[in-house]
């Protein structure tokens, strides 16, 4: 298994400021993940976070946007730039270990931007 | 590509009546499949899954088959409780690829 610690678990941010989120898990992983939950919604994937490189993006998110950083197999952040009220949402980390097919999750960040 | 449908909600249950939700998917090769559980206020988590074909993955009193025939993994219980409360979603993997995740199923039970 793994042990997800997601930073900050809620945040009320003003328009125009970013806000970084940081995920650390109890072991070394493969692959992280970064999702958006919007209210009453499914998840949505923003990006495969790639250790030592640029993170991954899907279609309609950008890394001007999403900054994404992840320095070795434990640690990751996603950074919400610019923020608009848009982007109020909840965020959440995702791993998978090597050789396992299950998805671990973060408890999520609530991000609200007034 | 691969995706995930999911049965629409919100469904409401009464305590101990059989629950259902619908979930089919979309897939090239053989991916595993997997049932994950919101509860209020909380992160996702793991409530079961199948890796292959015919598995049937079960917890807490949920099963669901893997059918590859109709390319189907239906979420049931007997008899449900309050405590079940919660979002149900259906997912898929392929390893080196990504989860898929359908739609979400609010399970609202009443006593």
């Known amino acids: 298994s793994a042990v997800i610690s997601q930073k900050p678990s809620r945040d009320i941010c003003q328009r125009g400021t970013s806000l970084t989120i940081q995920c650390q898990v109890d072991s070394q992983v493969t692959m992280m993940f970064w999702y958006r939950q919007q209210p009453g919604q499914s998840l949505t994937l923003i990006a495969t976070a790639n250790q030592g490189s640029e993170a991954t993006y899907e279609s309609g998110f950008v890394i001007d946007k999403f900054p994404i950083s992840r320095p070795n197999l434990t640690f990751s952040t996603l950074t919400v730039s610019n923020m608009s009220p848009e982007d109020s949402s909840i965020y959440l980390c995702s791993v998978v270990k090597g050789g396992d097919t299950e998805a671990f999750f973060g408890q999520g960040t609530r991000l609200t931007v007034v | 590509g691969d995706s995930v449908t999911q049965m629409e909600g919100p469904v409401t249950l009464s305590e101990e009546a059989f629950l259902t939700i619908n979930c089919t998917y979309t897939a090239t090769g053989y991916p595993s499949l997997f049932w994950y559980v919101q509860y209020p206020g909380e992160g996702l988590q793991l409530l079961l899954k199948?890796?292959?074909?015919?598995d049937k993955g079960s917890n807490k009193g949920f099963e669901a088959t893997y059918r590859k025939e109709t390319t189907s993994f239906h979420l049931e219980k007997g008899s449900v409780q309050v405590s079940d409360s919660a979002v149900y979603f259906c997912a898929l993997f392929r390893t080196g690829n990504q989860f898929y995740f359908g739609t979400g199923t609010s399970l609202t039970v009443i006593p």
């Open positions: 199948a890796t292959k074909a015919d």
